[in-house]
């Protein structure tokens, strides 16, 4: 879309939840794609899910969820805050998600979900999951098997929510940590074998005589220097690709705690 001076533009994009979780207000600390993409995966979530989310925050991982879940789905999302509860329903009608996620206003790990025999995944983004666990087993459906993730920052909190799930009979208790690492291409020049003799050939000699060594290094391409295509570098005999990871990377977020419901037919 141009400018009506035609002197600059702008690009439209597709509202998605990715571009959501970068510009939505901050109520409270969210979710971001690592640790969403990651949870989603061992949720086993797909069109159709109903599962449980708590708490409803910003409302970062709920908008993914109900995207994965559409159109069928049901999202079952608990906010102790009461503000945050009605501005995150706002948000989610607004955005074309209000049938598919029914926001409540409670503390449930006071007063529990309420909810039986109803859903397939539950998540836990809360200060205390461990007070949460034996309201979130009712709420499983009973006849089949389902899946439990508590995020957690602190290992202390693991510890106890570990605990609990083990007492509420969950099995195939797991924690994990995500964690990216950036990984940026860089072609540099080969050393050739006979680069690899007259190296070895100047250290024996160092040895006898003391004279330094000259090394040949991989040289990586200068500034002016076109960066080839990965075709070119395939097809080249003097380059090859190599990974070199920026000096500071995303540190830690949480903990991420999964375990599994059996059904009662199980036992």
């Not at 994009?13 to 990715?18: K, M, Q, R, S």
């Not at 061992?42 to 879940?69: D, N, Q, W, Y």
């Not at 004279?211 to 002016?224: F, H, N, W």
């Not at 990871?245 to 059996?262: I, K, M, Q, V, W």
């Amino acid at each position: 879309m141009v400018s009506s001076n035609y002197k600059g533009f702008v690009y439209l994009l597709h509202p998605t939840p990715e571009l959501w979780t970068l510009v939505l207000p901050h109520r409270t600390q969210i979710l971001y794609l690592a640790d969403i993409s990651f949870i989603s995966t061992l949720l086993e979530l797909k069109p159709g899910v109903s599962m449980i989310e708590s708490g409803t925050g910003s409302g970062s991982f709920s908008h993914s969820i109900a995207r994965t879940i559409a159109p069928h789905g049901k999202l079952y999302t608990f906010e102790y805050h009461e503000e945050r509860a009605k501005l995150a329903e706002v948000e989610f009608k607004a955005h074309g998600y209000g049938d598919i996620i029914k926001v409540h206003h409670r503390d449930v790990c006071k007063d529990g979900f309420q909810l039986e025999n109803l859903v397939d995944a539950v998540f836990l983004d809360l200060p205390a999951p461990w007070d949460a666990v034996a309201s979130a087993k009712k709420a499983f459906k009973q006849d089949r098997t389902g899946k439990i993730c508590c995020f957690s920052p602190c290992i202390e909190q693991v510890s106890k929510t570990v605990t609990a799930l083990e007492q509420n009979e969950f099995i195939e208790i797991t924690m994990y940590e995500c964690l990216m690492k950036e990984h940026m291409v860089v072609p540099v020049q080969k050393l050739s074998f006979q680069d690899l003799i007259q190296e070895a050939k100047q250290k024996k000699l160092n040895g006898k005589d003391g004279s330094p060594v000259t090394v040949p290094v991989k040289r990586r391409l200068g500034k002016d220097e076109p960066i080839p295509t990965a075709e070119e570098v395939e097809e080249s005999s003097q380059l090859m690709l190599t990974s070199r990871t920026p000096g500071e990377t995303r540190g830690h977020t949480s903990y991420l705690t999964f375990a599994t419901f059996l059904p009662s037919t199980a036992f």
